[in-house]
């Protein structure tokens, strides 16, 4: 773990609400507890505090996050916070997605829900610069719009419009996500060829439940994404033309156990992956809700598939390629890899 700790990283596939600390989820539990806007307290503290989620209570545990942030002031915080964590682990660049969301009891809209997220990057970015001696590296951020698999298509468009503007201010592409039993790719289509017509990259949260709609992975293969998220359920015939169409694939490790999409580690399509030299990046998902951190998923990688040091920096560097981001950032990410002491590499 020491070493993975060290590694510089890259994350690519990173929840702002799901990896929000527990200890801050709980004070921002007690507060809304405080002013009367939660019904029951001791019931919110459990659903943080339960280990071992399904996918199902997983996506229970989102929709009270969702109630615990609906202020801006706590969206600016929590981005702030994930930040800093990453940092601290040595992630050297970052795309974090999430979902613009609109409160009107709280006065928020998906621009100003945007505009908070952007306000604890700046943030962040200022804390960091202040302690430049921890930090070697420092880290990039970009982030992701996300469209939720609840949206209906005129709010998908919105988002993507809403990227769109923001692209001057580090948005850099657009995430289908949200509970994958929920929604029909039809409805979300639209939008997503919207956001490639206009040149905006696209990942898509893609076969995490066997079975929900057997058609619907054929479909958000023919689209061609840029990147996929999970690619766990795929049926035979999907997994050979995965691998003829080489999408860069996030991977996930302890997000795939714990909501049942992966049955042991022993059953990971990374193995698979890895073996045919797919292209392919270790990311976190949820580190919050999974407890988790970048460095132990390269340390998953390394034990369960047994790989050696230069194994996993190899994995590390080659990241850069599926960036987002605009590619004067990938050259300064590459001298960042080249620059690693030859004996740690
Ligand atoms: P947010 O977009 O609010 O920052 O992050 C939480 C949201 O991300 C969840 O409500 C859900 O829509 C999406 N999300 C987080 N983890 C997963 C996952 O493993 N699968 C899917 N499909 N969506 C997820």
Redesign the pocket.
Known sequence: VRYCKRLPKIELHA????SIRDSTLLELAQEHDQRGTISSYPNVREIILKEDRSLQECFKL?DVI?VLTTDHSFITRITKEVIEDFAAENVVYLELR??PKSNVLTGMTKRSYVEAVLAGITKANLVLCENHQLHAHGIQVRLLL?I?RRETTDQAIETVKLALEMKSHGVVGIDL????VTGNWKTFLPALTYARQCGLPVTL?CG?VPVHNPDEVEEMLAFHPDRLGHACVLQESQWERLHNLRIPVEVCFT?NLR?GCVKSICDHHFAWLYKTHYPLVICT??RGVFSTNLSSEYAIAATSFDLSEHDLFELAKNATRFIFAEEPLKRHLDRIFAGVEPNYR
Do not use: L, V
């Open positions: 929840h702002p609400n799901g989102f969702h999430t979902t996300s939720d996500s949200g509970n994958p949260h995490e997000s909501t998902d949820d």
